[in-house]
């Protein structure tokens, strides 16, 4: 017998998880293609009029930033960012409440 402590555990596993030290390779993400073209650099287009108009109607019905953004042809962080720089999301909150107060009638 032995006073000697001798680990069953193998050295290359993490203290206290269990996991290996060293960590298999991941496989790359799917990138949207939306978001491609902004990591490559390019600016992107500025918003016209009618996109406005449009994405502000959209919001208006409930719709996603992402699914603005896929029917808009941008990302959905662009549409986020729009609402907020252009300062719709007081317009779009009355329209919203307009909608719903005439539902109600």
Request: overall charge positive.
């Amino acid at each position: 017998m032995s006073i000697v402590f001798k680990p069953k555990i193998a050295d290359y596993f993490h203290f206290g998880s269990g996991k290996p030290t060293k960590a298999k390779p991941k496989a790359p993400k799917k990138i949207h293609p939306s978001t491609a073209l902004k990591r490559e650099g390019k600016l992107a287009e500025k918003w016209s009029e009618e996109r406005k108009a449009k994405l502000i109607a959209l919001r208006i019905l409930g719709v996603s930033n992402r699914k603005c953004g896929e029917l808009l042809g941008r990302t959905a962080d662009s549409c986020s960012k729009a609402i907020e720089n252009y300062g719709f999301s007081d317009e779009i909150k009355e329209k919203r409440e307009a909608l719903i107060k005439e539902a109600l009638k």
